[in-house]
């Protein structure tokens, strides 16, 4: 078991940056594949970012691309989403996710913890 806790989020305005921050215990994750995932109300749970297990590979979906940036710390234990260039549709409570599996997951489906997720707040 993975117990995964997120940090980092606030409210900030449009153009600015945050940087949210995944603490695991419970268990290594160089061992997951890692994912930032995002939900705004009303809507699904989107992947914005995620990690293989060994950094060797990233994806982000184009709505973030060139904006955010995934990393993670294996020593530390610890998952990084770097977010520059903010706008107000990034609005969401931004969740932690590791799956398994070492690849990729690019699916919600795939992921096996979750944290509790962090409100991040954009204003125009």
């Known amino acids: 078991q993975v117990q995964l806790v997120e940090s980092g989020g606030g409210l900030v305005q449009a153009g600015g940056s945050l940087r949210l921050s995944c603490a695991a215990s419970?268990?290594?994750?160089?061992?997951?594949?890692m994912g930032w995932f995002r939900q705004a109300p009303g809507k699904e749970r989107d992947l914005v970012a995620a990690?293989?297990?060994?950094?060797?590979?990233?994806y982000y979906p184009d709505a973030v691309k060139g904006r955010f940036t995934i990393s993670r710390d294996n020593v530390k234990n610890m998952v990084y989403l770097q977010m520059n260039s903010l706008k107000p549709e990034d609005t969401a409570v931004y969740y932690c996710?590791?799956?398994?599996?070492?690849?990729?997951?690019?699916?919600?489906?795939?992921?096996?913890?979750w944290g509790q997720g962090t409100q991040v707040t954009v204003s125009s």
């Open positions: 419970g268990r290594t994750i160089s061992m997951y594949a």
């Open positions: 996710a590791a799956d398994s599996q070492p690849n990729l997951s690019l699916h919600r489906w795939m992921y096996d913890y």
């Open positions: 990690i293989a297990r060994n950094s060797g590979g990233t």
